[in-house]
């Protein structure tokens, strides 16, 4: 009996044994089966070519970073989120993220030539003049145009070719400056020639679309900071959009600590003095100024942020338009301006005070004002007084422009917050 029992208590442990096997074999074989989880998918940007202007090309800047974009090699202040969304397409400028090797990232300034607003209304204004239509085929209109087909069998850049243009760095061209701009035009492969000969019918109406609207990223490239110019370096351009390093706009220091103040007003006085007197011979004045003409870098270096509002005189060869022609005026004339109300300044009247003049008067004292105990903060308030009386000489502002470098000058410290000269200015009088 007892050896029955046994032999019974086997047979069931076998068969349970079996149906623990049959069990795990058809849990190994639903899951090989079994469809496999779908990979996480990596959020992205849904670039459109109308954020980007690219559906408006070959009316626009350029396409030299187009790949940035699309690669995420670019991105929007918000590239660490999870949810990676495009800003309001409506803003001038945004702040981003640049890589090369998507491991480590710098700031740019990504920014539009003008407001959304002024572009689409300036390409109402393109076909409505143009076509006489509400819409149509923005490169089709311009490339119909006199000035376009002027610059379409054109050799050369020449002055005739860009009078009557709002770009202050054209009022008064020189042979040698429109030379540069073609040698120097990063959008296209760098031939280094005077001559447009390797500038396709699209190249010249993007560079000439370029200088009509704002003439920002020509001067960056054209006096790149590689060199020594003060410009923020240019990165490239995808369709109405602009790349280049980051700066925050001087209005941001306006209560900064008074050592911070000095530093920043002695590089803005240092900076129009090397716009004024340069090796290459180029005179630069400022239309106007304001708190985000200028910028600071990272390192406390200060730039200037904004060069839409640049002129430049040649010292050497002079202007070889005269006042009296740039009355012209056609479409690419008044694509950013009213050009009922446009008015040209005079080449022979801006002066060696014109840019110190228009700092004194409208940033230097917002920058200052109130830093410093008396009567240290008096005598600058009197410096600049002085600076700023437009009716003044040439030799009255520059005067009191030294006064005012000589007492900033002890104000200033010397740390880490301003890397851009430390440690230098611990082992040198020039700091």
């Given at each position: 009996?007892?050896?029955?029992?046994?032999?019974?208590?086997?047979?069931?442990?076998?068969?349970?044994?079996?149906?623990?096997?049959?069990?795990?074999?058809?849990?190994?074989?639903?899951?090989?089966?079994?469809?496999?989880?779908?990979?996480?998918?990596?959020?992205?940007?849904?670039?459109?070519r109308?954020?980007?202007?690219?559906?408006?090309?070959?009316a626009?800047?350029?396409?030299?970073?187009?790949?940035?974009?699309?690669?995420?090699?670019?991105?929007?202040?918000?590239?660490?989120?999870?949810?990676?969304?495009?800003?309001?397409?409506?803003?001038l400028?945004?702040?981003?993220?640049?890589?090369?090797?998507?491991?480590?990232?710098?700031?740019v300034?990504?920014?539009?030539?003008?407001?959304?607003?002024?572009?689409?209304?300036?390409?109402?204004?393109?076909?409505?003049?143009?076509?006489?239509?509400?819409?149509?085929?923005?490169?089709?209109?311009?490339?119909?145009?006199?000035?376009?087909?002027?610059w379409?069998?054109?050799?050369?850049?020449?002055?005739?070719?860009?009078?009557?243009?709002?770009?202050?760095?054209?009022?008064?061209?020189?042979?040698?400056?429109?030379?540069?701009?073609?040698?120097?035009?990063?959008?296209?492969?760098?031939?280094?020639?005077?001559?447009?000969?390797?500038?396709?019918?699209?190249?010249?109406?993007?560079?000439?679309?370029?200088?009509?609207?704002?003439?920002?990223?020509?001067?960056?490239?054209?006096?790149?900071?590689?060199?020594?110019?003060?410009?923020?370096?240019?990165?490239?351009?995808?369709g109405?959009?602009?790349?280049?390093?980051?700066?925050?706009?001087?209005?941001?220091?306006?209560?900064?600590?008074?050592?911070?103040?000095?530093?920043?007003?002695?590089?803005?006085?240092?900076?129009?003095?090397?716009?004024?007197?340069?090796?290459?011979?180029?005179?630069?004045?400022?239309?106007?100024?304001?708190a985000?003409?200028?910028?600071?870098f990272?390192?406390?270096?200060?730039f200037?942020?904004?060069?839409?509002?640049?002129?430049?005189?040649?010292?050497?060869?002079?202007?070889?338009?005269?006042?009296?022609?740039?009355?012209?005026?056609?479409i690419?004339?008044?694509?950013?301006?009213?050009?009922?109300?446009?008015?040209?300044?005079?080449?022979?009247?801006?002066?060696?005070?014109?840019?110190?003049?228009?700092?004194?008067?409208?940033?230097?004292?917002?920058?200052?004002?109130?830093?410093?105990?008396?009567?240290?903060?008096?005598?600058?308030?009197?410096?600049?007084?002085?600076?700023?009386?437009?009716?003044?000489?040439?030799?009255?502002?520059?005067?009191?422009?030294?006064?005012?470098?000589?007492?900033?000058?002890?104000?200033?410290?010397?740390?880490?917050?301003?890397?851009?000269?430390?440690?230098?200015?611990?082992?040198?009088?020039?700091?």
């Open positions: 009996m007892g050896g029955w029992i046994c032999c019974l208590c086997s047979r069931v442990a076998d068969s349970l044994m079996l149906l623990l096997v049959l069990a795990l074999s058809c849990n190994l074989c639903t899951a090989a089966t079994a469809s496999p989880s779908a990979p996480h998918v990596k959020p992205s940007y849904s670039f459109g109308t954020f980007l202007g690219l559906d408006k090309c070959n626009c800047i350029g396409t030299s970073i187009c790949k940035k974009f699309f690669k995420e090699e670019i991105r929007f202040d918000t590239w660490l989120s999870s949810h990676l969304k495009l800003p309001p397409n409506y803003l400028s945004y702040s981003g993220n640049y890589t090369d090797d998507a491991k480590s990232w710098r700031l300034d990504i920014t539009r030539l003008t407001s959304k607003y002024r572009h689409d209304r300036a390409d109402k204004h393109i076909c409505t003049s143009l076509l006489k239509t509400k819409t149509c085929s923005l490169e089709r209109a311009l490339r119909r145009t006199h000035r376009f087909q002027k379409l069998r054109a050799k050369r850049l020449t002055p005739d070719l860009v009078q009557g243009l709002s770009s202050p760095m054209l009022r008064c061209p020189s042979q040698r400056l429109l030379d540069r701009i073609v040698r120097r035009y990063a959008e296209v492969p760098d031939a280094g020639s005077i001559y447009m000969d390797h500038l396709t019918d699209r190249d010249k109406l993007r560079l000439l679309y370029t200088l009509s609207v704002n003439s920002h990223p020509i001067l960056l490239q054209i006096f790149p900071d590689v060199e020594g110019w003060p410009f923020p370096r240019y990165l490239g351009s995808c109405r959009l602009v790349v280049s390093a980051s700066t925050r706009p001087l209005h941001d220091f306006y209560g900064a600590a008074p050592e911070v103040a000095a530093d920043l007003a002695l590089q803005l006085l240092a900076v129009l003095r090397s716009m004024g007197t340069n090796d290459l011979n180029y005179f630069f004045y400022f239309t106007h100024v304001d985000g003409t200028f910028g600071v990272s390192n406390g270096h200060l200037i942020r904004d060069a839409s509002m640049l002129g430049i005189i040649d010292k050497e060869e002079g202007s070889q338009l005269m006042d009296g022609q740039q009355e012209y005026k056609d690419f004339s008044c694509l950013t301006v009213d050009c009922q109300s446009a008015a040209f300044v005079s080449c022979n009247s801006i002066r060696e005070k014109h840019s110190l003049v228009l700092v004194c008067q409208e940033l230097l004292p917002k920058l200052l004002k109130g830093k410093f105990l008396q009567p240290v903060q008096e005598k600058i308030d009197s410096f600049l007084q002085h600076c700023a009386d437009g009716l003044a000489d040439d030799q009255a502002v520059n005067e009191a422009v030294a006064k005012l470098a000589e007492l900033l000058k002890p104000l200033r410290s010397c740390d880490s917050r301003f890397a851009y000269r430390y440690p230098d200015c611990k082992y040198s009088d020039k700091y």
